[in-house]
Every structure is written in C-alpha cells, then in structure tokens.
C-alpha cells in the first residue's frame, strides 16, 4: 500500500560527503505503513578565480586563460568569451586561449559552471595589449662639420612603458664603443665627436619588461669648410695686375671659386669670375682708388666661405715723357719744347732750362709753373743742353735732357 503523506524535516550538514536517509511513515494506530530510503550528496560552495597570462600581451601572442576552482562536484564546464574595449559583442575564445590581432585593452569573460550542481560563477579580467617594442629614435643630420653636436633623439613604442634610453658611438674604424649615455629616462642627447670621421652611432631603448631594442644611425663628420684664397699684393701700381689664388680645405668633395671686386665707395660688385674650377684669377683695376675683392669658396654640398681683401691701387711712378720739336734748328729759329707725363700724382709742374754745352750755368726759361709748352731761341750757333723738369704733387721730381744744334 502507498504512503499516503509525509512530513519532511530539514537537516543542515556540516560535512560534505555522501549521506543515506531511510523514511518510516507510520499510520495513526503505530504500524509501519512504509519505508523510503534517500541517497543526498552534500558538496562545498564551489569558488572560482580566473587568470591570463600574460596580463600584458603582444600583438599575436597567445593568452591563456587560467581556471582555479573548488568546490562543487568537481564536474565543471568553461566557457571563455572576449571583446575589445568599446565593442559590444563578444567573441568566443577556444581553447581557453586568446590570440589577439590589434593593439588595445580587452575584457575577457570566463565562466564555471557545475554540470551537477548546476551553480556556475563568472569572473571578467582585462588585458592589456601592445605593439612589439619598438625602437623609432632618429639624429638631426648625417653630416656635421667638426666642432658642432649631433642632436639624437630617443623614442619607442610598443612594449610596456615606461621606456629608459642609452646612446653610443664610436668611430666605424674602431671595435670599442663609447657610452654618452647609460639607461636614462632623458630622451635628448648630443654627441660631439673630437675628429673629423666617419662615426657609427647607437640608439638603445628598454621597456619596462627588460626588453631592449636598438638602433644604428651613420654620421660623417668633416672638418669645416674654409677658404685660404690670397692674394698677391695689397698694394699696386696704377695698369698692374693682382693675382688671386684661391684655395679651400674641410667641407665636402670638390670645390669652386667666384672672385668678385670693387671700388670700396661702390656699393656694385663687378664679377671677375664665376662659379669654377679656376683656382688662379687675376685683376687689373683701372682706377686709382681702393678695392674690396671677394673670393666665395663653394664645396660639393654648396656650402659657400667668403673671403674679403682690400686692394690699394697707386699710380705709377713719375715718368717724364717730354720732348723737343727739333734737334737741329738755324740761327733766328725756336725750339718747341713740350712737358708731358705720365704717372706720378696730379697735378703737375714744369720747369724748362737751356745752357751751351760748354757752360755750367744754367739759364732758366720757366720755372716751375702749371704752363706745359714753351719755346727757345738761341742768338749764337753752338751745341745746347736743354732740360725740362716735373714736379708731382707730392714733390717728386722726373728730369729729361736733350741736345740741340743751332746753325747759322
């Protein structure tokens, strides 16, 4: 006969463990109606944790989601999804590893479920996903001239910041390297070289990880480019030439030469030569005046040097260029006689006088005076000397003899 009720009672269990319950039910005189018997499996709260690893991840490095649990009936289902801070949707992630394609923070949603039981837990952790580190430091230019730094700037990305930062160098031709700057969180450093070379420069960067990546930058350094052009004289005669030489040391590669000139109250330069190879040029100035002379040095790279020179042009020396209109007159007749110059400085004075060949007194025609022609008569025949004189403004004094017959 079927129990017809029953009253059940609620027992609390402090262990957990397999328990047998045996149920009488009995009617209301005593007697046994039934016997029912209950197998109950009392298990511990189940509790979970979750891990990735790594927390930090590469682009393309896989992560492995971690489960920790106890409790429950040891018959656990997991289930991990992920998605990318900003998305809404989730993504299934199998095999409990996540792979993932593009930098940024991830949520990843990993849950246990009790397949017995049927209580399950979830736990969301976050991952932090990065470039491979990445060294992007760069230095001013690839050339400078002897005595000048080279500014390198240090930088990176990807890997886990902070970054810290060391420059080296050394001459290509040497092995050992020269520390500028040991691990440093100071991104800026320049570097002097003390000789004209070529240098290989090193850039490191380190994460926070310990990762380190390095850089190799090339400098040429050159000795700086000067322009040792002279020139011949500083001081010439008024129809001579002065003589430019030009010359360069440092720079870069080849070298090319202008020459320019003027007068030093001009504002105007006159170009002598352009642009060439030409080393040697010369200059006849016209004026009597002084000259500013500019040599421009250009190298390979058209880096230009000036050079100035001041240039003092004089006049010649005072020459007498004077003459007689004969050599041979008769008795009654003159003789033209005519001053004329050349050099010296202006203005000029002239001075005429005539003796016989045979006295030592001269007589004077003209003394010194601005009249440049005058003329002479002998009263007796004979041999006569005639001089002219010229005097420049400065006193200078240039003779000039001649012989002239007088004949009846």
């Given at each position: 006969m079927l129990c017809a009720s029953?009253?059940?009672y609620?027992?609390k269990?402090?262990?957990e463990g397999k328990?047998g319950f045996?149920v009488?039910v009995?009617?209301?005189?005593?007697r046994y109606?039934?016997?029912?018997?209950?197998?109950?499996?009392?298990?511990?709260?189940?509790?979970?944790?979750?891990?990735?690893?790594?927390s930090?991840a590469?682009i393309?490095e896989?992560v492995k989601?971690?489960f920790?649990?106890?409790?429950g009936?040891g018959?656990?289902?997991?289930?991990?999804?992920?998605?990318?801070?900003g998305s809404?949707s989730w993504?299934t992630v199998?095999?409990?590893?996540?792979?993932?394609?593009t930098?940024?923070?991830?949520?990843i949603?990993?849950t246990v479920?009790?397949t017995?039981?049927?209580?399950?837990?979830q736990?969301?952790?976050?991952?932090n996903?990065?470039?491979e580190?990445?060294?992007?430091?760069?230095i001013?230019?690839?050339?400078?001239?002897?005595?000048?730094?080279v500014?390198v700037t240090?930088?990176?990305?990807?890997?886990?910041?902070?970054?810290?930062?060391?420059?080296l160098y050394?001459?290509?031709s040497?092995?050992?390297?020269?520390?500028?700057?040991?691990?440093?969180?100071n991104?800026s450093?320049?570097?002097k070289?003390a000789?004209a070379?070529?240098y290989?420069?090193?850039?490191?960067?380190?994460?926070?990880?310990g990762?380190?990546?390095?850089?190799?930058?090339k400098?040429?350094?050159?000795?700086?480019?000067?322009n040792?052009?002279?020139?011949?004289a500083?001081t010439i005669?008024?129809?001579?030439?002065v003589?430019?030489?030009c010359?360069?040391?440092?720079?870069?590669?080849?070298?090319n030469?202008?020459?320019?000139y003027?007068?030093?109250?001009?504002t105007?330069?006159?170009?002598?030569?352009?642009f060439k190879a030409?080393?040697?040029v010369?200059?006849?100035p016209?004026?009597?005046?002084?000259?500013?002379?500019?040599?421009?040095v250009?190298?390979?790279e058209?880096k230009?040097?000036?050079?100035?020179?001041k240039l003092?042009v004089?006049?010649?020396p005072l020459?007498n260029?004077?003459?007689?209109?004969?050599?041979n007159i008769?008795?009654?007749?003159?003789?033209?006689?005519?001053?004329?110059?050349s050099?010296?400085?202006t203005?000029?004075k002239?001075a005429?006088y005539y003796k016989?060949?045979?006295?030592?007194?001269?007589?004077?025609k003209?003394d010194f005076s601005?009249n440049?022609?005058?003329?002479?008569?002998f009263?007796?025949?004979?041999?006569?000397?005639?001089?002219i004189?010229i005097?420049?403004?400065?006193?200078?004094?240039?003779?000039?003899y001649?012989?002239v017959t007088?004949e009846?």
């Amino acid at each position: 006969m079927l129990c017809a009720s029953r009253d059940f009672y609620n027992y609390k269990f402090d262990k957990e463990g397999k328990y047998g319950f045996k149920v009488k039910v009995s009617d209301s005189s005593g007697r046994y109606a039934c016997t029912e018997e209950y197998i109950v499996y009392v298990y511990k709260k189940m509790s979970a944790s979750v891990s990735a690893t790594p927390s930090t991840a590469y682009i393309n490095e896989p992560v492995k989601i971690k489960f920790n649990v106890s409790g429950g009936s040891g018959k656990y289902q997991y289930s991990v999804y992920c998605k990318k801070d900003g998305s809404s949707s989730w993504s299934t992630v199998k095999n409990n590893t996540f792979t993932p394609k593009t930098a940024g923070t991830y949520q990843i949603k990993a849950t246990v479920k009790d397949t017995i039981v049927g209580t399950s837990v979830q736990k969301i952790v976050s991952i932090n996903v990065t470039d491979e580190l990445t060294n992007t430091s760069s230095i001013a230019s690839q050339k400078i001239e002897l005595g000048n730094t080279v500014a390198v700037t240090c930088s990176a990305k990807g890997g886990k910041a902070p970054y810290t930062y060391a420059v080296l160098y050394k001459k290509t031709s040497d092995t050992k390297w020269v520390t500028k700057q040991g691990f440093k969180e100071n991104a800026s450093v320049s570097v002097k070289p003390a000789n004209a070379a070529i240098y290989d420069i090193c850039a490191k960067v380190k994460d926070k990880n310990g990762t380190v990546e390095k850089k190799f930058f090339k400098l040429t350094v050159q000795k700086k480019l000067e322009n040792l052009s002279s020139v011949s004289a500083e001081t010439i005669q008024q129809g001579s030439a002065v003589t430019l030489q030009c010359s360069a040391s440092g720079g870069s590669g080849y070298y090319n030469y202008a020459v320019y000139y003027k007068k030093t109250s001009d504002t105007k330069w006159t170009t002598k030569q352009g642009f060439k190879a030409n080393s040697t040029v010369k200059i006849t100035p016209a004026k009597v005046t002084t000259y500013d002379i500019c040599v421009k040095v250009r190298d390979s790279e058209n880096k230009e040097v000036k050079k100035y020179f001041k240039l003092t042009v004089t006049n010649a020396p005072l020459s007498n260029n004077s003459s007689v209109s004969s050599e041979n007159i008769k008795i009654g007749e003159s003789v033209t006689v005519k001053a004329v110059y050349s050099g010296g400085e202006t203005p000029c004075k002239y001075a005429f006088y005539y003796k016989n060949i045979n006295s030592s007194s001269w007589i004077t025609k003209q003394d010194f005076s601005t009249n440049a022609v005058t003329s002479i008569k002998f009263s007796k025949a004979g041999t006569y000397n005639i001089c002219i004189k010229i005097k420049d403004s400065k006193g200078n004094v240039a003779k000039k003899y001649f012989t002239v017959t007088a004949e009846n």
